[in-house]
């Protein structure tokens, strides 16, 4: 029997939303979690202050310049991000010692230019990263497996369109306690809520991955050859060769003379990063960035002095050719650094709506085929489907306040502290999926409610126990952002509770 067009892509959509739905519903948690990974770094280093803020960058680039030469003045290079926003909110600096792998890093104090002391964690910045490294993978593994799933979910979007001709009809339409039907209406819902949304978050995605999987699309237009592809990566990214110390040590021009050079080329105001090549050798380089979060366009103007002479070498504009103009708005979209906070919480809000859309999607996939199949197959066939099903869409956020717990109350000179937060996470998040596997679907998901209730309504007391600056005493300090993560933890318990709820009285019904 040939299947209609419509019903091949049906089936198409079915398909590809199950079997990489899990792998995206983590991508979307995660990735939303990155447009609040500053605030979740925040809550997770209680040592540091609130955000100290620069307008006039000069006496933050001298301190740590006084800085950097008292700990690395040989180092290979010098990496500083000023304090301008949320998306910076510290003065950092960075540096890479010869024949060291990885850069160390510091936040310093505007005031005293001196490091903060604060516990070792990986904050935010790490929910951020498993969007995209899906953390135990390799990379070369974790970047085909993010692109694939990525391409699949907008074969999904589109495949969805198209089988739903009356969409915007469904768009209205939602039966509770229908079973499967119920499911699909949430699904449709959620989908078409967000569907510009999830088009922008898909597209921009590809065109994050395409120069990595995609090494065809170089050369179709570069040719082939390493050389070509030299020639390509030059021109979007503008990039210089790495400075080779000449080992001849050479006094850098002063700050003041070095930012009078810059500013011939860029505003001061507008100085976002600076990196310096070799410092203190004769071949020193030294580049001033502006900040990728002033606009949508995800571009730096960079300016690039030799630091001896303060001769110019490269002054690279924001904008550049109508290509490359193109990927970095892709790129402003996809990451959302540019948003302000109302659009960053309509950042946040889609993408959690993103999340329901996979998970409810992958739930009417088991729903639809225990109404079609015979009982006993449904146990055969179905029970670990919808075991992970459970396990994955309501384990993973029962986990994630493990990750904050853990981190509040392992010892601030615990050895590889970081590293365990992440154990505690993941092993959290087995034992949810143990969970669903042992235990009927609703039970299970009663009992996970109930743990994830707990769990959060935890994490704002622990915070007043292990801190000065928390949600009860956020009106004498006025720093919101703690406060928030923890009404943000006090709203999410509620939630699980009312699940709760709801599972015990059906239970019980």
Same mark, same amino acid.
């Given at each position: ?34 447009? *609040?990974?500053?605030?979740? +770094?925040?809550?997770?280093?209680? $040592? *540091?202050?609130? &955000? ?18 008292? @700990? ?13 926003? =949320?998306? %910076? ?9 010869? +024949? $060291? ?25 790490? *929910? ?14 974790? +970047? ?29 339409? /939602?039966?509770?306690?229908? #079973? ?46 390493? +050389?070509?592809? %030299? ?28 930012? $009078?050079? &810059? ?24 580049? /001033? ?79 639809? =085929?225990?109404?079609? $199949? ?7 066939? *179905? ?12 384990? /993973? ?22 590293? !365990? ?10 034992? &949810? ?11 299970? @998901?009663?009992?996970?409610? !109930?743990? #994830? ?30 406060? #928030? ?12 509770? @009312? ?11």
């Amino acid at each position: 029997m040939k299947l209609s067009f419509r019903a091949r892509m049906s089936a198409l959509h079915t398909w590809t939303g199950l079997l990489l739905g899990w792998v995206l519903y983590f991508m979307f948690v995660t990735g939303t979690l990155g447009y *609040l990974d500053t605030e979740i +770094d925040r809550w997770m280093k209680p $040592e *540091l202050p609130e &955000a100290q803020y620069v307008s006039e960058p000069s006496q933050a680039i001298q301190t740590s310049f006084d800085y950097l030469n008292s @700990v690395a003045p040989n180092a290979e290079s010098w990496l500083i991000q000023l304090p301008k926003n =949320r998306n %910076q909110p510290y003065l950092q600096v960075h540096w890479k010692l010869p +024949d $060291e792998g990885a850069r160390k890093t510091e936040l310093l104090d505007i005031h005293t230019g001196q490091p903060f002391a604060t516990r070792e964690t990986k904050g935010g910045q790490l *929910l951020y990263q498993m969007h995209w490294k899906l953390h135990y993978l390799p990379r070369t593994i974790s +970047d085909w497996v993010v692109t694939v799933a990525t391409l699949f979910m907008f074969v999904a979007i589109v495949t969805g369109v198209i089988v739903h001709k009356k969409i915007f009809t469904e768009f209205f339409t /939602f039966r509770p306690k229908k #079973g499967a039907r119920s499911w699909l209406d949430m699904h449709n819902l959620m989908s078409v809520t967000t569907l510009p949304f999830q088009l922008m978050i898909t597209y921009s995605g590809l065109v994050f991955m395409m120069f990595v999987c995609f090494p065809w699309i170089i050369s179709t237009f570069y040719g082939p050859g390493q +050389d070509n592809k %030299q020639q390509f990566f030059h021109e979007v990214f503008v990039s210089l060769p790495d400075a080779k110390p000449s080992g001849t040590p050479s006094a850098m021009l002063p700050v003041p003379a070095l930012l $009078e050079e &810059a500013e011939k080329h860029m505003p001061l105001q507008r100085i976002s990063g600076i990196e310096v090549e070799a410092p203190n050798d004769e071949a020193s380089r030294i580049a /001033f960035n502006s900040g990728v979060s002033e606009s949508l366009l995800r571009s730096a103007e960079i300016v690039t002095l030799n630091a001896s002479t303060g001769e110019l070498i490269l002054h690279r504009t924001q904008t550049g050719s109508a290509a490359r103009g193109f990927r970095d708005v892709m790129l402003g979209l996809h990451e959302g650094l540019y948003a302000g906070p109302w659009l960053r919480l309509l950042y946040v809000v889609s993408g959690l709506m993103g999340c329901a859309m996979v998970a409810t999607g992958v739930f009417y996939w088991v729903k639809s =085929r225990q109404k079609k $199949e015979k009982k006993n197959t449904q146990r055969k066939d *179905l029970r670990w489907v919808q075991a992970v099903n459970v396990g994955v869409v309501l384990g /993973f956020p029962v986990a994630l306040p493990v990750y904050f717990l853990a981190n509040r109350l392992l010892p601030t000179d615990y050895a590889g502290r970081s590293e !365990v937060e992440v154990v505690c996470l993941f092993s959290a998040w087995l034992a &949810a999926i143990l969970v669903a596997s042992v235990l009927p679907s609703k039970k299970a @998901v009663l009992w996970l409610s !109930v743990a #994830g209730a707990l769990l959060y309504a935890l994490l704002p007391v622990l915070a007043a126990t292990t801190s000065t600056r928390h949600l009860f005493n956020a009106h004498m300090h006025q720093d919101w952002v703690l406060a #928030g993560f923890d009404a943000t933890a006090l709203l999410t318990a509620m939630l699980l509770a @009312v699940l709760a709820r709801y599972c015990h009285r059906k239970k019980e019904g």
